[in-house]
């Protein structure tokens, strides 16, 4: 539920008033990896407040939201930070994937395939899909290139034809991977 804004910081414009403030619009940057939104920010004209703890502000940019938490639901309208609460459902990979396997017809359909590498057991499942995906490219490769249509059409294919090894150890990969998902 929305919550008043206490007393601290009820009045925006008395408080840049009383620090000699115009109508330049002031800026606060937290983290070291927001070059560009402050070059941005000073290209449009707007003024860096180097101050992190200043009331004096309107935008507060942060790249981690716990920075402007204690913010969110008290500020006046006439600021801003640039997260709003539960926004890491959204802008980190690791929990939007979460969000995503919790519909796994949904998630399959729409999005490629995900895998959080910090998981071992997920490490395990993308080395895995990553060798049986070339198997598999390489066969349909060889298939291609074994298609009398094709091979008598045209010889100007840029691509060399996978040797006759290379498909047999991609034909026992897709085997085995056969064999252990039934």
Known sequence: PYQAAPPLWASHAEHRKKLGLGDERLFVVLGSNCRNVREILLSWGWVENNSDKSRAFDLKWAMKSSKVDGLLGVLPGSQMVNHFRGSG????????????????????????????????????????????TAAEGLLE??????????????????????????????????????????
Do not use: M, W
């Open 89 to 132: 459902n959204l802008d980190s990979k690791t929990a939007l994937k979460g969000h995503l396997e919790a519909c796994p017809a949904c998630s399959s359909a729409i999005f490629p395939r995900q895998y959080d590498l910090r998981s071992g057991a997920a490490l395990a499942a993308f080395i895995d899909d990553y060798i049986l």
């Open 141 to 182: 490769s060889a298939q291609e290139e074994s298609t009398p249509a094709e091979s008598s059409s045209s010889s100007s294919s840029s691509t060399a034809q996978p040797s006759a090894d290379a498909v047999q150890v991609a034909s026992r990969v897709l085997v085995r991977a056969a064999a252990i998902s039934s």
